[in-house]
């Protein structure tokens, strides 16, 4: 794949990683990852590492479609393995469960979130209490989660054809 100079200076993302900007993954829309500029460079591609592993290719997007499950006309997605199209919540849905619809824990201490997060094994944190409970309530729902998902076949397939 040569690199494509249009599709980087028309597809700048920004994102809490890139605030000076970097380039939208080709699946953006799905993922909302932003790479750095240089990616191309290292990769010779424009999916990150995510979608590179789980779809191994620039998904179909297309506006304005009747999702099959839902029934509702939104900008849907064609899974990696068939040409159906389904809406990203639906597919989200089949191929993340619901891992990428339920919330995360929030911070205890949104003042101190970046620091913490720049150096999380400072012997100083354990003047925090709820930070020890973050921690327990994150683990408990990852370890909740995994356990939901550990034997769900279903996931990562088009809902319509199995495929």
Sequence with gaps: ??????????????????????????NYIL?????PMWWFECKACYLCTICDMKFGRTLKISDHVECPICLETKTCVSP???DHSVCMDCFKRCYYGDLMLEGDHPFPYSDIEKEYY?????????DYPLIK????????????????????????KCPLCRK
């Design 1 to 26: 794949m040569a690199r494509d100079f249009e599709y980087e200076q028309s597809h700048v993302g920004y994102d809490c990683q890139y605030p000076e900007g970097g380039i939208q993954c080709k």
């Design 31 to 35: 993922c909302d990852s932003v790479l």
């Design 80 to 82: 990696p393995n068939c």
């Design 118 to 126: 720049d150096d999380p094994d400072n012997p100083k944190w354990d």
């Design 133 to 156: 409970v973050y921690h327990e309530e994150c683990n408990k729902w990852d370890d909740a989660r995994i356990e939901k998902y550990a034997n769900e076949e279903h996931l990562r």
